[in-house]
Structure formats: structure tokens, C-alpha cells
């Protein structure tokens, strides 16, 4: 098994986590977004990721994309560590609140977005700042409301789901542009959970081959 992905991606860190939780052996192949104009816009890459995005997973004879569908996937293959609950209204509040992130927070603000922004609309540092916070906010306040109705000690009770998956990479993301993260103690209190388990430490971008 391979992944390609990128050390700050948040859509390959989720699925670095669900390897982990999961003891799933995969070879991390970097797709460096930056460095060479983005390598995942080279045609070898492209071949295998028409999107020419990450992460990109091979299994044998599977090629995916889509962090999520590669999670379900990882899933129904490796059911012994499972990230979603048995119950199918549990299963499928998991998934909403999951969608919540990947779906509807994190397409506005990853790479490709905020370099269009400062690219062809030519929008200042300030103002790319701006729309980075107007949409974590957003996100994040729906969200802080939803898990005080659900969570535990991570977003669904006190088991792992998908849901934190989708979470830690966000809120990640959300600290490195400095977003005042003092409005949500509860997406605090799970953030602080799921990163004291080793599964979640050894994802850590920071904890990448190709972290620089």
C-alpha cells in the first residue's frame, strides 16, 4: 500500500491517522504542493490524480483519491479498529459531522484556494487572512454546537471516529493562521485528547520525512 501526500496536507493527515489508529503498514510517498511550481502537477502525478490534488492511494490494483472515500475504504478493509460505530443513526451523525469539516470548511480554505486568492484576484495578505478566519468561524461555530450535543472525549462519545479525523487537521491548520481558538473550549478539549494518542502524534505534520 502507498500513499501519496503532503506533510501539511490536512486531507492526507487524516488518512496518515486512520493508518496509525488502524496499524495499516503503507509506504508515505511526498507530493511536495510547493516546491517545483507543485509537484502534484506534474504528469507522473497526474496520471495517477487527474485532480492533482492529495492524498492519491494504491492498493494493488485500487487507485483513490478523496481522503474520505480512502477512510471508507481503509474501513471496510481493515474492520477490526473500527473509526465508525456499529449503529446506523450513530454511523451516520459520525458522517455529518465529518462532511461538516471536510465538506464545508476545509474546500475554502486549502492550498489551491488561498494561492488563487493571492494569485489571479490578487487580494493583499490582510485579506487572505480575513477570508481564512471568516471561514473557520463559521465552520467552527456550527461545529462548537453540534458536539455539545454529541461529544465525549472526542467528537462522537469517548471512541475515535472519523469525525476527529476530519477535526485535528482543521484545527491545525486553524492555529497556523493564528485564528483566536478561545471560543470553542469543547473543539479545544477534543483537540487535546486525541493529540495526546500516539496514533495522532506520529501524524503530526511536523513528524513527516518531508516536513520542511
Known amino acids: 500500500m502507498k500513499l501519496y501526500g503532503y506533510w501539511r496536507s490536512s486531507a492526507a493527515y487524516r488518512v496518515r491517522i486512520a493508518l496509525n489508529l488502524k496499524n495499516i503498514q503503507c509506504e508515505l510517498i511526498s507530493v511536495h504542493l510547493v516546491k517545483n511550481g507543485g509537484e502534484q502537477h506534474a504528469e507522473e502525478y497526474k496520471a495517477l490524480n487527474p485532480h492533482e490534488l492529495v492524498p492519491t492511494l494504491i492498493d494493488s490494483d485500487i487507485v483513490l483519491n478523496q ?12 474492520s477490526e479498529t473500527p473509526l465508525l460505530p456499529s449503529n446506523l443513526q450513530d454511523k451516520a451523525a459520525v458522517r455529518a459531522l465529518a462532511y461538516d469539516i471536510a465538506c464545508e470548511v476545509h474546500p475554502l480554505n486549502n492550498l489551491r484556494v488561498l494561492q488563487y486568492l493571492s494569485g489571479q484576484l490578487a487580494v493583499t495578505d490582510e485579506q487572505k487572512t480575513q477570508w481564512y478566519h471568516h471561514w473557520i468561524k463559521i465552520g467552527f461555530d456550527g461545529l462548537e454546537k453540534k458536539l455539545s450535543k454529541t461529544a465525549g472525549k472526542y467528537c462522537f462519545g469517548d471512541t475515535v471516529t472519523i469525525a476527529d479525523l476530519c477535526l485535528i487537521p482543521q484545527v491545525y491548520n486553524a492555529h497556523r493562521f493564528n485564528v483566536d481558538m478561545s471560543s470553542y473550549p469543547i473543539i479545544n478539549r477534543i483537540v487535546e485528547n486525541c493529540n495526546s494518542l500516539d496514533a495522532f502524534i506520529a501524524a503530526l505534520p511536523e513528524n513527516q520525512a518531508d516536513a520542511n
Do not use: D
Request: glycine share 0%; net charge negative.
Open 67 to 78: 481522503s474520505l472515500a480512502i477512510l471508507e475504504y481503509l474501513e471496510e478493509k481493515h
